[in-house]
C-alpha cells in the first residue's frame, strides 16, 4: 500500500489550475446565473469546456491519477460554482451502464441534477442501486426528487468516491469565498480604515481558515483510503462528509458576516455561492444525519490512527 | 511515514511499557517518584541513544528523519511525557545551543543534555509581559567585563528542578522594543536565583516564580550576540509550535474509551458517541495539520501562518476532546477495567489542556499570525 502524500500530485494540481482558467473562459460566475434562468441549458452550458478537459476520459475508480485529477477537477468546479454535477458524473460506476451516481437517501432520494438528462444511477449509503427513471420539477439549486426502480445491492463499494468528490466540490467552493473575503476586507473601509484592520474582522477569518484547510487535508486523506481500496473508506468518506458540512458552516457564516449587505446581492458572487453551497451540504444527508452514520459504521473502533 | 518509523513507534512503546508505570501522569505530581521515573527514562533513552536521536550525528545524536522525529514526539506526548522536563532540552535548547552557541557552549551543554543528565528552564514571560514578550524588564546592566541581571521570571516551568535557564533579559535599551535583548545561559544553582512555586491546576510542581537579584554573568554565558536575542527568540518559538504532538494524547484516550466501558459503550447517548467520533475526526485533521507543517519546515517552504493554523486547531483539540471525555469517564465506574488509569489519565488531561491555548503563544497570538499570513495575499 502506498504512503499518504498530503498534496494531490502536482500533474492534478496543475489539471486543476487549468480547469479553473477554462472555466473562466467559459463564462466564469455568469454560468451559474445562466443556468439559474434556464436549467435545461446546463448540459450545453458547461459540456462544451468539460469535454475540451477530457473530464468524461478520467477514470477515478481504478486510476489513482485519474482519482486525483477528478477531485482537482470538482474543486475547480466549486471554484465557480459550476451549475452541473461534476462530481456525480466522475462517481459513476463501472459495472453498469450509466453516467453518473447520485448517493440517495432511501426515504427521500433527491439530487441537484434537475435538467441534466442522462443515464443516472442512484445508491444508498447501504449500497442499494436504482436507476433513475424520472424526476419532479426542479427547485433551488437544481434539486429534483428522484424516481428510482431498484437495480441491485451492490452497490456498497461505489458510496466512498461518490460521498467524496462532492467534498471536493464543496472545498472549492470555501475556497473562493474565502478568496473574495478577504478582497472585501481589504478594501471595504468604515471608521476610515480597512475593515481587515480590525482585529474582530481578522479573527473570524482565521475560524473560517483553520476550517478550510482542515477540510482541505482529510480529503486527501478520505481520497488516498479510497485509492488504496482500503475497507474503512467509507468511514473516511463520512468523517470527511461531517468536516466537510461543519466547514461549510463556518466558512459561509464568516464570509457572509464579513461582506455585510453586500453579500446578500445578486451581483455578489458570495451569494451564489452560498446558495448552491446547500444541496452539497444537505444532500444526501445532512451534518446530523451524516454523524449518525458515521457514529454507526465507526462503532467501537472508531477511526483508524495511531491507536486503532 | 516509512518502515523506520513504523519499527522506532514499536520499539518505543514496548520501552514505554517496560520502564513507565502504568498510571505514571507527568513528573510534576506531588510524588517524588514521578519525577525519579522521568530522570530514569531519559538515563535508559540515553544510554539506547534514543534521547537525542533528532539530533545530527555530528552532536552524539541519532540524526533521525523528521518523521522519526515526529514518532517520537507523539509517543512521548501520548504516554505523559517520561522525559518529564527534559524533553526541553532536547527538542530546542540543544538544538539552538547547536545553531548558536560556540564551541565552548556546545562542549559544556550538549553532552549533559544527551546523556539525559540536566534539566533545562525557560526564562522568558514575566508580570507584565506575556503575549507581549519584547516588553520584558529584565535586566543586565553592565558591570565590569559582564553583566548584573535583576528581575522577575513568571510562569517558569520546571524551574524548581532545574539546572539551567535559557533566560532573556534586556541588555539594551533600543529604538524597538525587539531590540536590546540578550539570551544568557545560567546555573540555577547561583544564590543570586530565588525559585518560588505557584501550585496550579496544570500540576502542583509545574509552574514557579523566579526572581533573579544582581546574578552574575559573563560573556562566556551570552548565547549568540549581545542585543541581538530577539531573532533566537523567533526560532524558539518556531520549534515549539510544533514540539509537542497534542493530538496523539488526546487519540490515544478517545481511542481508549470503549474498551473502559466495555459492553456499557453502546449505551451512551448517540450523541456523546457522535462527539467522540468527531473528535477523532478532528484528531486525525490536527495530525496531518502537524505532519503538513513537518514537510514544509523540512523542505524549508513554511511560511508564519502554515504553523499558526495548525496550533489554533490542535489547541482547540485538546480543549474540545477534554470535555467530551470527562463527559465519557463520568460514566465509568470504579469496576470497568482500566478504570483508574482512565480516570487519572483523563482528568489530568482535562486540567492540563486548560492551558494549551495560552501556553507557547496563547491563540489570539496564532490569529494575529494566520490572519498576517492570509491578508498579506491581497496586498
Known amino acids: 500500500m502506498s504512503e499518504m502524500v498530503l498534496d494531490l500530485s502536482e500533474d492534478a494540481q496543475e489539471y486543476g489550475r487549468q480547469a479553473l482558467r477554462a472555466f473562466e473562459a467559459a463564462g466564469g460566475d455568469q454560468l451559474v446565473q445562466d443556468a439559474e434562468a434556464k436549467p435545461a441549458i446546463r448540459d450545453s452550458l458547461v459540456g462544451p469546456v468539460l469535454n475540451e478537459l477530457g473530464a468524461w476520459e478520467l477514470d477515478a475508480r481504478t486510476d489513482v491519477d485519474g482519482l486525483e485529477a477528478a477531485a482537482a477537477l470538482c474543486r475547480s468546479a466549486g471554484y465557480w460554482a459550476l451549475p452541473y454535477p461534476v462530481a456525480e458524473r466522475l462517481a459513476k460506476p463501472t459495472d453498469l451502464e450509466s453516467d453518473g451516481l447520485i448517493v440517495v437517501a432511501s426515504n427521500r432520494p433527491a439530487g441537484a441534477v434537475g435538467g441534466v438528462e442522462t443515464r443516472w444511477t442512484a445508491v444508498t449509503s447501504g449500497g442499494t442501486r436504482s436507476t433513475v427513471v424520472g424526476h419532479g420539477a426542479t427547485g433551488p439549486a437544481f434539486v429534483t426528487p428522484l424516481e428510482l426502480s431498484e437495480i441491485d445491492k451492490n452497490g456498497a463499494g461505489d458510496v466512498a468516491l461518490a460521498l467524496a468528490l462532492p467534498c471536493w466540490t464543496l472545498l472549492g467552493m470555501l475556497d473562493r469565498a474565502i478568496e473574495l473575503t478577504i478582497a472585501h476586507v481589504s478594501l471595504r473601509k468604515q471608521f476610515g480604515q480597512p475593515l481587515s484592520t480590525f482585529q474582530g474582522v481578522q479573527f473570524q477569518l482565521t475560524d473560517a481558515e483553520v476550517e478550510r484547510s482542515g477540510l482541505e487535508i482529510l480529503a486527501k486523506y478520505a481520497l488516498w483510503s479510497i485509492g488504496s481500496d482500503k475497507p474503512e473508506a467509507i468511514v473516511d468518506a463520512l468523517a470527511l462528509r461531517m468536516s466537510a458540512i461543519e466547514a461549510a458552516e463556518v466558512v459561509f457564516r464568516v464570509c457572509h458576516q464579513l461582506h455585510g449587505a453586500v453579500g446578500f446581492c445578486d451581483e455578489t458572487t458570495l451569494s451564489w455561492l452560498s446558495r448552491y453551497s446547500q444541496p452539497l451540504r444537505r444532500l444526501p444527508l445532512g451534518l446530523s444525519a451524516t454523524r449518525d452514520e458515521l457514529t454507526r459504521r465507526a462503532g467501537r473502533s472508531g477511526l483508524t490512527g495511531l491507536y486503532a | ?379
Not at chain 2, 552532536?59 to 507523539?74: I, L
Not at chain 2, 546555573?187 to 544582581?214: C, K, S, T, Y
Open chain 2, 1 to 379: 511515514m516509512g518502515p523506520k518509523a513504523a519499527e522506532l513507534r514499536r520499539e518505543i512503546r514496548e520501552l514505554v511499557k517496560s520502564e513507565v508505570p502504568e498510571g505514571f501522569l507527568g513528573a510534576f505530581t506531588d510524588d517524588p517518584a514521578d519525577l525519579e521515573t522521568a530522570q530514569r527514562f531519559c538515563r535508559t533513552l540515553a544510554e539506547r541513544n534514543m534521547l537525542c536521536l533528532s539530533w545530527p550525528e555530528e552532536f552524539g545524536g541519532g540524526g533521525a528523519s523528521v518523521w522519526e522525529q515526529t514518532v517520537v514526539r507523539e509517543e512521548m506526548w501520548a504516554h505523559h511525557e517520561p522525559r518529564g522536563a527534559q524533553y526541553m532540552g532536547v527538542n530546542w535548547v540543544g538544538p539552538i545551543i547547536m545553531r548558536h552557541g560556540t564551541e565552548e557552549q556546545q562542549n559544556k551543554h550538549l553532552p549533559p543534555i544527551a546523556r539525559g543528565e540536566v534539566i533545562w528552564c525557560q526564562g522568558f514571560s514575566e508580570p507584565e509581559s506575556g503575549s507581549d514578550l519584547a516588553s520584558l524588564r529584565t535586566t543586565a546592566r553592565p558591570d565590569g567585563d559582564g553583566w548584573l541581571i535583576s528581575g522577575q521570571k513568571i510562569w517558569t516551568s520546571y524551574a524548581t528542578m532545574a539546572q539551567w535557564c535559557f533566560l532573556l533579559a534586556r541588555t539594551h535599551k533600543g529604538e524597538k522594543k525587539q531590540q536590546g535583548l540578550t539570551i544568557f545561559l545560567v546555573p540555577m544553582d547561583d544564590p543570586a536565583i530565588q525559585v518560588r512555586p505557584i501550585r496550579a491546576m496544570l500540576g502542583p510542581h509545574h509552574l514557579n516564580e523566579v526572581f533573579f537579584d544582581d546574578l552574575r554573568v559573563s560573556r562566556a554565558d551570552v548565547l549568540g550576540e549581545v542585543d541581538n536575542g530577539w531573532s533566537i527568540v523567533g526560532e524558539v518559538t518556531s520549534f515549539e509550535r510544533v514540539g509537542i504532538a497534542r493530538y496523539a494524547r488526546c487519540e490515544r484516550l478517545l481511542a481508549a474509551a470503549p474498551s473502559v466501558l466495555a459492553d456499557r459503550w453502546e449505551d451512551l447517548p448517540a450523541e456523546l458517541r457522535g462527539r467522540w467520533v468527531r473528535m477523532l475526526t478532528h484528531c486525525r485533521r490536527a495530525r496531518l495539520l502537524a505532519y503538513r507543517v513537518v514537510s514544509l519546515q523540512s523542505s524549508g517552504r513554511i511560511q508564519p501562518g502554515d504553523a499558526a493554523g495548525y496550533r489554533i486547531a490542535v489547541t482547540k483539540l485538546d480543549q474540545d476532546s477534554a470535555e467530551v471525555l470527562m463527559e465519557i469517564a463520568a460514566e465509568v465506574t470504579p469496576e470497568d477495567p482500566g478504570a483508574e488509569w482512565f480516570l487519572g489519565e483523563v482528568e489530568d488531561h482535562w486540567r492540563y489542556s486548560q492551558a494549551s491555548t495560552v501556553s507557547s503563544g496563547s491563540i489570539e497570538m496564532q490569529r494575529i499570525l494566520l490572519s498576517r499570513a492570509l491578508l498579506a495575499v491581497s496586498k
